[in-house]
Antibody, heavy 123, light 108 residues
Framework: QLQLQESGPGLVKPSETLSLTCTVSGGSVSSSGYYWGWIRQPPGKGLEWIGNIYYGGSGNTYYNPSLKSRVTISVDTSKNQFSLKLSSVTAADTAVYYC?????????????WGQGTLVTVSS | EIVMAQSPATLSVSPGERATLSCRASQSISSNLAWFQHKPGQAPRLLIYGASTRATGIPARFSGSGSGTEFTLTISSLQSEDFAVYYCQQYNNWPPLTFGGGTKVEIK
């Protein structure tokens, strides 16, 4: 069973870049069976999908159009991790950020999640 | 983008009673719908996928039904550990993957 754990700064200044890492255990980020993704939840609001990366073959990335210009998701196979970078952040990017696995066989099913990490954007 | 709407926002139920949660899609998503349970400070847990298939290890008191645009999650007899927030997610047409706003099941 996959386990995912987010890590990274809990406080980021406006206009800077938010950087988070997700460590995967119980499986490999090189697996052809999964996309690796990020989802966020601003305080008091719903869940928003940020994007996925598929490392198993193509390395393709898929981003939410609303965030696409500011988001980069990448994979580090040497550490069995994947990461999120969100540039030019504002207070609206304050949220709990979750990393997740997205099943490739059941195309698009989010099946495992991390516990989430709160990132606050403030000076 | 497919918009997912859940109702009610809050459901007050006594232990042992049945809970029925609804999820509606803005267009047909066939049976490509999942349900998650989320407790504070924990990772969300997959309960149901394919609208009606229980995920590994999920008790039989959780059941899902529906197809197209209307879906239901039923908890047949609420246990104390079932009080949580429940979300639906569509994966029929993405990107983007989209989620409902959640239903909080609280103790009556």
């Amino acid at each position: 069973q996959l386990q995912l754990q987010e890590s990274g700064p809990g406080l980021v200044k406006p206009s800077e870049t938010l950087s988070l890492t997700c460590t995967v255990s119980g499986g490999s980020v090189s697996s052809s069976g999964y996309y690796w993704g990020w989802i966020r939840q601003p305080p008091g609001k719903g869940l928003e999908w940020i994007g996925n990366i598929y490392y198993g073959g193509s390395g393709n990335t898929y981003y939410n159009p609303s965030l696409k210009s500011r988001v980069t998701i990448s994979v580090d196979t040497s550490k069995n991790q994947f990461s999120l970078k969100l540039s030019s952040v504002t207070a609206a990017d304050t949220a709990v950020y979750y990393c997740a696995s997205v099943n490739k066989r059941v195309y698009g099913l989010v099946d495992y999640w991390g516990q989430g990490t709160l990132v606050t954007v403030s000076s | 983008e497919i918009v997912m709407a859940q109702s009610p926002a809050t459901l007050s139920v006594s232990p042992g009673e049945r809970a029925t949660l609804s999820c509606r899609a803005s267009q047909s998503i066939s049976s490509n719908l999942a349900w998650f349970q989320h407790k504070p400070g924990q990772a969300p847990r997959l309960l149901i996928y394919g609208a009606s298939t229980r995920a590994t290890g999920i008790p039989a008191r959780f059941s899902g039904s529906g197809s197209g645009t209307e879906f239901t999650l039923t908890i047949s007899s609420l246990q104390s550990e079932d009080f949580a927030v429940y979300y639906c997610q569509q994966y029929n047409n993405w990107p983007p993957l989209t989620f409902g706003g959640g239903t909080k099941v609280e103790i009556k």
